[in-house]
Protein backbone atom coordinates (compact mmCIF):
# COMPACT_ATOMS: atom_id res chain seq x y z
CA UNK A 1 0.00 0.00 0.00
CA UNK A 2 0.91 3.51 -0.58
CA UNK A 3 0.15 6.34 1.17
CA UNK A 4 1.10 10.21 0.81
CA UNK A 5 3.39 12.00 3.20
CA UNK A 6 1.49 15.01 4.90
CA UNK A 7 2.45 18.44 4.43
CA UNK A 8 1.27 20.86 7.13
CA UNK A 9 1.92 24.97 6.77
CA UNK A 10 -0.59 27.77 8.50
CA UNK A 11 -2.50 30.59 7.19
CA UNK A 12 -3.97 33.53 8.82
CA UNK A 13 -6.94 35.53 6.91
CA UNK A 14 -5.96 39.12 6.20
CA UNK A 15 -8.40 42.07 5.51
CA UNK A 16 -7.25 41.72 1.33
CA UNK A 17 -8.68 38.28 1.52
CA UNK A 18 -12.08 38.62 2.48
CA UNK A 19 -15.23 39.02 0.70
CA UNK A 20 -18.46 41.26 0.61
CA UNK A 21 -20.10 38.60 2.78
CA UNK A 22 -17.08 38.89 5.61
CA UNK A 23 -15.37 35.97 4.85
CA UNK A 24 -12.70 34.49 3.40
CA UNK A 25 -12.95 34.81 -0.45
CA UNK A 26 -13.42 31.47 -2.53
CA UNK A 27 -10.71 32.39 -5.10
CA UNK A 28 -8.46 32.59 -1.85
CA UNK A 29 -8.56 29.00 -1.06
CA UNK A 30 -7.94 28.54 -4.71
CA UNK A 31 -5.12 30.64 -4.19
CA UNK A 32 -4.31 28.61 -0.77
CA UNK A 33 -4.24 25.20 -2.62
CA UNK A 34 -1.58 26.45 -4.66
CA UNK A 35 0.54 27.85 -1.89
CA UNK A 36 0.39 24.53 0.12
CA UNK A 37 1.07 22.35 -3.16
CA UNK A 38 4.04 24.61 -4.13
CA UNK A 39 5.66 24.44 -0.66
CA UNK A 40 5.32 20.58 -0.69
CA UNK A 41 7.22 20.62 -3.33
CA UNK A 42 9.66 22.98 -2.64
CA UNK A 43 10.19 21.47 0.79
CA UNK A 44 10.25 17.80 -0.47
CA UNK A 45 11.35 17.57 -4.30
CA UNK A 46 15.20 17.43 -4.94
CA UNK A 47 16.70 20.40 -6.35
CA UNK A 48 17.24 18.49 -9.71
CA UNK A 49 13.78 17.99 -10.16
CA UNK A 50 12.62 21.23 -9.24
CA UNK A 51 14.62 22.52 -11.94
CA UNK A 52 13.84 19.90 -14.43
CA UNK A 53 10.13 19.61 -13.80
CA UNK A 54 6.98 21.79 -13.36
CA UNK A 55 3.50 20.90 -12.08
CA UNK A 56 0.08 22.58 -13.68
CA UNK A 57 -3.60 22.00 -12.51
CA UNK A 58 -6.11 20.20 -14.64
CA UNK A 59 -8.49 19.71 -12.25
CA UNK A 60 -9.93 21.02 -8.88
CA UNK A 61 -12.74 19.44 -6.93
CA UNK A 62 -13.27 22.10 -3.95
CA UNK A 63 -15.85 21.24 -0.91
CA UNK A 64 -16.79 24.58 0.98
CA UNK A 65 -17.72 23.17 4.56
CA UNK A 66 -17.25 26.65 6.68
CA UNK A 67 -16.59 30.10 6.65
CA UNK A 68 -13.42 31.63 7.62
CA UNK A 69 -13.40 35.89 8.82
CA UNK A 70 -10.17 38.38 9.01
CA UNK A 71 -7.74 37.18 11.77
CA UNK A 72 -9.31 33.70 11.27
CA UNK A 73 -6.41 31.06 11.27
CA UNK A 74 -6.42 27.78 9.67
CA UNK A 75 -3.83 24.38 9.52
CA UNK A 76 -3.71 23.44 5.57
CA UNK A 77 -2.83 20.06 5.89
CA UNK A 78 -2.01 18.23 1.89
CA UNK A 79 -0.87 14.69 0.90
CA UNK A 80 -0.69 12.99 -2.80
CA UNK A 81 -1.78 10.24 -3.74
CA UNK A 82 -0.14 6.92 -5.78
CA UNK A 83 0.70 8.91 -9.98
CA UNK A 84 -1.53 8.03 -12.73
CA UNK A 85 0.62 8.39 -15.75
CA UNK A 86 1.76 12.05 -15.65
CA UNK A 87 -0.86 12.96 -13.11
CA UNK A 88 -1.15 13.06 -9.44
CA UNK A 89 -4.23 13.48 -6.93
CA UNK A 90 -3.18 16.21 -4.32
CA UNK A 91 -5.19 16.30 -1.36
CA UNK A 92 -5.70 19.82 0.85
CA UNK A 93 -7.79 20.35 3.69
CA UNK A 94 -7.75 23.69 5.87
CA UNK A 95 -8.44 22.85 9.80
CA UNK A 96 -9.70 25.27 11.86
CA UNK A 97 -8.09 25.58 15.65
CA UNK A 98 -10.58 23.23 16.65
CA UNK A 99 -10.07 20.52 14.22
CA UNK A 100 -12.91 21.25 12.37
CA UNK A 101 -12.12 21.35 8.56
CA UNK A 102 -13.20 24.57 6.75
CA UNK A 103 -12.39 23.45 3.10
CA UNK A 104 -11.55 20.03 1.40
CA UNK A 105 -10.23 19.87 -1.90
CA UNK A 106 -8.73 17.17 -4.22
CA UNK A 107 -6.90 18.90 -7.03
CA UNK A 108 -5.50 17.08 -9.76
CA UNK A 109 -1.86 18.08 -11.35
CA UNK A 110 -0.02 17.66 -14.00
CA UNK A 111 3.85 16.86 -14.68
CA UNK A 112 5.33 19.51 -17.41
CA UNK A 113 9.19 19.01 -18.86
CA UNK A 114 10.18 22.42 -17.92
CA UNK A 115 12.59 22.62 -21.66
CA UNK A 116 10.17 21.07 -23.55
CA UNK A 117 6.98 22.14 -22.17
CA UNK A 118 5.41 18.82 -22.57
CA UNK A 119 3.43 16.33 -20.44
CA UNK A 120 5.93 13.64 -18.53
CA UNK A 121 4.78 10.58 -16.85
CA UNK A 122 5.96 10.86 -13.18
CA UNK A 123 8.24 8.75 -13.01
CA UNK A 124 8.73 6.80 -9.52
CA UNK A 125 12.16 8.62 -8.83
CA UNK A 126 9.86 11.86 -8.64
CA UNK A 127 6.89 10.36 -6.89
CA UNK A 128 9.13 8.65 -4.12
CA UNK A 129 9.75 11.57 -2.28
CA UNK A 130 5.93 12.42 -1.75
CA UNK A 131 4.85 8.65 -0.83
CA UNK A 132 5.19 6.26 1.96
CA UNK A 133 5.86 2.89 1.38
CA UNK A 134 4.33 -0.52 3.69
Same mark, same amino acid.
Given at each position: ????VQFRQDFVAAAADIDELGHVNN???? $? =????????? =?AAVAPAEHQ?????????? #???YRGNLTE?????? #????? #???????? $??? $???? #?????KVAAVTTWALIDRATGRLLRVRPEVAAPFLVRD
Open positions: MTAGAVWV $R =WIQDIATAH =WAAYAWVVTRH #EIDGGRVTG #ETWVS #EPKGARFD $RHV $RFVD #EAGRV
